[in-house]
């Protein structure tokens, strides 16, 4: 956790109802949390070094820098490299998940095309990160 007590989300969404999902859920869920959205990868690379979120959630398909790009210069970055990226995406192809892989993501996510099955995704990826991940690295530093 960073060095305040307040527990940071970054967002990297370009999709507007996207984010609104990811939102509502952690208003509701973790009200605690401060989460930052950027809307493409040139944008997050740019909030990660400013606060220095705890946890990204980092969309595939974005404009300008793409998900694949700005994980693959997340995790290049040694000042950056250790913070989690769960990658989202619509797409369940190999290729993507295999690049995620290969370039160090914590997680994938499929975000599904029913609406309440993606918030019961994210509700319990956020619960895990925030609630046990997170928190238990923090207590060994």
Not at 12 to 38: F, G, K, S, W, Y
Not at 101 to 129: C, G, S, V
């Amino acid at each position: 956790m960073n060095s305040k007590s307040t527990p940071r989300l970054l967002l990297v969404e370009d999709n507007d109802i996207d984010a609104e999902v990811v939102e509502r859920v952690l208003t509701r869920l973790r009200p605690d949390i401060e989460m930052e959205r950027a809307g493409n990868g040139h944008e997050a690379l740019l909030a990660a070094r400013d606060k220095r979120p705890d946890l990204i959630l980092l969309d595939i398909r974005m404009p300008q820098m793409d998900g694949r790009e700005t994980l693959a210069n997340l995790k290049g970055d040694e000042t950056l490299c250790d913070i989690p990226v769960v990658m989202m995406s619509t797409s369940a192809h190999d290729e993507d998940i295999r690049f995620c892989n290969d370039h160090h993501a914590n997680a994938y996510m499929t975000k599904a095309a029913d609406p309440q099955t993606t918030r019961d995704a994210i509700e319990n990826l956020l619960r895990f990160w925030f609630d046990k991940a997170v928190m238990q690295t923090a207590r060994l530093h």
